[in-house]
Structure formats: structure tokens, C-alpha cells
């Protein structure tokens, strides 16, 4: 059971409605430490951050939000998907955490492209970022810097041809809801170890359901987007503490993009987390709080 959840909404720059939670498990007597902003990866769901929401929510402020056309926001009034349009809403959003908090800027928690989406935000408002914690995801595209992605105009002509492959997926949208909610995907997940046996069934089972859920074009274009990506530019311009969390098995995050953002960062603490792959917030959860909660007990993060 998660802490008493409030849902609020605020506006994108194309007039799309972002919907953010905030997650209230704290006595009312008990001062919060940090806000912890919370920006999903693509088609993840909010039972993924379960964990941490559990391990803060009764001494931090808990906030998540959903990208347009993800959970509660709606899709994008302007078919606007761009990464850099992701980090405009979450600009947005953090604006309307602060202007109820009173700040300071919060700790931005990002998982997979919400890694990518985090650092854009800090590349156009560094004031709304206190930290980053960067959670099993790449500042650029997935596996730009491997071959033969990083082969000189490959990775342009791979975008393209997703682009191109939109109809046909939303065609089958049908058909891969109707196999995400059969009793298949987990043991099929399991068996392409798309998440590892660390990942509890339920876990995996409410994520595909929740992505059935997803308005099926924000998804493809998120994704197509996502394929365009580049942040690491960003990565030696980034002046405050970061936490930098991989996981050792992760299919779709090479561990050569991990390090990328351990040597780029200047001021970031790295922790790779064994037996566990891209799931890892449902597979290494309490470890994964763990290491948080180490990273900003170490750091005063509050006036």
C-alpha cells in the first residue's frame, strides 16, 4: 500500500495537461529532509518506484509525474514527443513542487530515459535541479556509442525507419496489449531477460498492464525520440552532487554509457548494483534505497 497519494495537474508549453503526485507519508509533526522528484523511464509505470517510496515518503516529499501521454497526462495536444519537450513539462512540474514547498530546488531522481530528460532540464534551468540521481539510464541514445550504432549517420537512419514503422505498431498495438496482459509475459520477459529472476512477478505483470494503459502513439514517438537523444555534452557542465546507479546486467544500458557518466560528471558518486538488469528498481530495490539514502544523508540538501 503506498502513502496517501495527491494528484495535481499543470500545463505543457502546447497546452498538453502533465499530471504529478505527490506521495504525503510523514507525521505531520515531522519536518521533511528532501524532495525527491521522480521522472519515469519510458512505458515504466509508477509501481516501479514503489521501493522508494516506501524508504522516503515518512521523512522526504515524495513526487512523481507522468509524461504526456503516460498514466494520468494526457497526450500531447501538438503530437509533441521531443526529450527536450519531456523536460519542459518536468520544468513545469518542478516549478509547481517549489511553488508548494517553498524550495529548495529537489533532488531529481531519474530512471532510464527520465536520465536523459533530467539532464536536459539542467541544461535549460540548472536553478530548478538541487541533485541528480541517475538511475540505469544513458545521456544518450541506447547503445550510441556502441557499433554499429556509433558508425556516422546509422543512428539518424535508425530513428528514421522507426518513424516510418509507426503505423504498422500502432496496428499492433492490439495485439501486444493482448500479450502484456496474458499470463505469458513474465516467463517471456524472464526468458529474453528483459528483466532479471531478481524481479517479482507482480512487478513486471502490473508494469505491462500499465503499459497497455499508455496512449500508443506518445509511446513510439517517446521512444523515436529517445533514439535522437544526446545529453552527454551536458555531463561536464553540471555543478551539482550526483549519484550515479547502474546495473550489471542491464540489456538495454551498456555499462560503457554508465561509466560515461561517472568519468564526464565532475562531482558524482557511482555504484554498480550486481544481479540486477533494467528492472532494477523492482529487482534491487531496498538496495537501490539503500544507497540513496546514503548519497543524501551525506549532503545536507536542505537549509
Do not use: C
Not at 523515436?224 to 553540471?238: F, I, Q, R
Amino acid at each position: 500500500m503506498y502513502p496517501k497519494r495527491t494528484t495535481r495537474f499543470v500545463s505543457g508549453r502546447d497546452g498538453t495537461s502533465i499530471a504529478w503526485h505527490a506521495h504525503d507519508g510523514k507525521p505531520k509533526a515531522t519536518a521533511p529532509r528532501s524532495t525527491l522528484l521522480l521522472t519515469n523511464g519510458l512505458g515504466t509505470s509508477e509501481g516501479f518506484w514503489r521501493h522508494l517510496v516506501h524508504a522516503f515518503a515518512h521523512d522526504n516529499l515524495v513526487m512523481h509525474w507522468d509524461y504526456r501521454g503516460h498514466g494520468q497526462s494526457a497526450p500531447a495536444t501538438t503530437g509533441d514527443y521531443s526529450i527536450r519537450t519531456h523536460a519542459d513539462d518536468l520544468a513545469r512540474v518542478t516549478e509547481a513542487v517549489l511553488e508548494q514547498t517553498g524550495g529548495p530546488a529537489p533532488v531529481h531522481v531519474g530512471f532510464s530515459m527520465g536520465v536523459t530528460v533530467a539532464l536536459e532540464l539542467y541544461r535549460a534551468r540548472p536553478d530548478l535541479v538541487g541533485s541528480l540521481i541517475l538511475l540505469g539510464g544513458p545521456a544518450d541514445a541506447p547503445y550510441a556509442s556502441s557499433f554499429p550504432l556509433r558508425l556516422p549517420g546509422v543512428l539518424p537512419l535508425v530513428r528514421k525507419a522507426l518513424a516510418l514503422l509507426e503505423p504498422m505498431a500502432l496496428m499492433g498495438a492490439p495485439a501486444f496489449h493482448a500479450l502484456a496482459t496474458s499470463r505469458l509475459a513474465y516467463p517471456i520477459a524472464r526468458t529474453l531477460r528483459i528483466v532479471e529472476p531478481t524481479a517479482p512477478r507482480e512487478d513486471i505483470e502490473g508494469m505491462a498492464l500499465a503499459l497497455t494503459r499508455m496512449d500508443a502513439r506518445a509511446f513510439w514517438s517517446s521512444m523515436v525520440s529517445l533514439m535522437g537523444a544526446h545529453a552527454s555534452d551536458v555531463l561536464p557542465t553540471v555543478r551539482v552532487p550526483t549519484l550515479v546507479i547502474g546495473a550489471a546486467h542491464d540489456k538495454f544500458v551498456p555499462k560503457k554509457q554508465i561509466r560515461q557518466l561517472e568519468t564526464l560528471l565532475p562531482d558524482a558518486r557511482s555504484l554498480m548494483i550486481e544481479r540486477a538488469g533494467h528492472g532494477i528498481l523492482v529487482e534491487a530495490g531496498p538496495e537501490v534505497a539503500a544507497a540513496i539514502r546514503r548519497f543524501l544523508e551525506s549532503r545536507p540538501l536542505v537549509s
